[in-house]
């Protein structure tokens, strides 16, 4: 596996890490969240870019949230060519108001498979 191939910087868990740097994986994991948590039309000159994803919070827990939220996941692992999506397992949690996702990802350049997992509540919710 190549190590420092991707270098980038975070203040996210600079108490824990005393550290700003970031590489490889933690980037990579850290870009795609971005892009999720991102609402579309949010980006400065690329208004396709970003998710319906923070505004589902809102929205009735059904099938077509869970619909729009597995093609907005699948778009953004389709969007970054790092990564390239193995599984995605959307588990939605009705008593909590939340759902999970699972995202089994292979990191292209990196060699290596690792999960993305992301637990979502929607309004009323613990």
């Known amino acids: 596996m190549a190590r420092g191939l991707y270098r980038g910087f975070s203040s996210f868990e600079y ?6 740097k970031i590489n490889d994986l933690q ?5 795609l969240l971005n892009h999720i948590f991102t609402r579309k039309g949010d ?39 790092r990564v390239s999506v193995l599984d995605l397992v959307i588990t ?19 060699d290596l498979i690792d999960d993305l997992n992301l637990n979502i509540v929607f309004e009323g919710g613990t």
Do not use: C, H, W
């Open 92 to 110: 939605p949690n009705l008593d909590e108001s939340s759902v999970s996702a699972a995202a089994r990802l292979l990191y292209v350049e990196l």
């Open 43 to 81: 980006r400065v000159m690329m208004p396709t870019f970003g998710t319906r994803i923070p505004d589902l919070t809102f929205e009735p827990l059904d099938d077509v949230t869970l619909d729009i939220l597995r093609n907005d996941l699948l778009e953004v692992f389709r969007f970054d060519p």
């Open 27 to 31: 980037l990579v994991k850290l870009d």
């Open 15 to 20: 108490e824990q890490k005393k550290t700003f």
